[in-house]
């Protein structure tokens, strides 16, 4: 019978390799997920899977290319509304980042 592969111990091995495996192990993943395969892949292929996802406001100001104060700045003027706010951490929705950073083209 043959041994199948957990990702525990997937993960156990990478840990265990030498710096440069690491990096063909990731140069070789990124390779296949733009391959020929991929190439005509629709952008809701490769980016569907985030749709609903929520950013947390150090990665929102990342994603508009902005500045953490000028997302603030945005927040308080109500030009962006948090979906969700954690203690003080704020999160923001995909769609309307997504829709605030088409606005500014």
């Given at each position: 019978?043959?041994?199948?592969l957990t990702?525990?111990?997937l993960?156990?091995?990478?840990?265990?390799?030498?710096?440069?495996?690491?990096?063909?192990?990731?140069?070789?993943?990124?390779?296949?997920?733009?391959?020929?395969?991929?190439?005509?892949?629709?952008?809701?292929?490769?980016?569907?899977?985030?749709?609903?996802?929520?950013?947390?406001?150090?990665?929102?100001?990342?994603?508009?290319?902005?500045?953490?104060?000028?997302?603030?700045?945005?927040?308080n003027?109500?030009?962006?509304?948090?979906?969700?706010t954690?203690?003080?951490?704020?999160?923001?929705?995909?769609?309307?980042l997504?829709?605030?950073?088409?606005?500014?083209?």
């Amino acid at each position: 019978m043959a041994h199948i592969l957990t990702a525990q111990d997937l993960y156990h091995s990478f840990n265990q390799m030498p710096e440069a495996e690491k990096k063909s192990f990731f140069e070789l993943i990124i390779s296949r997920l733009f391959s020929e395969q991929t190439a005509d892949a629709s952008h809701e292929q490769l980016f569907g899977h985030l749709k609903e996802a929520q950013f947390s406001a150090q990665e929102a100001a990342e994603y508009l290319e902005i500045s953490i104060s000028t997302l603030r700045r945005l927040v308080n003027k109500n030009e962006l509304t948090p979906i969700k706010t954690v203690g003080r951490n704020q999160f923001f929705a995909t769609s309307d980042l997504k829709a605030l950073k088409h606005r500014w083209r």
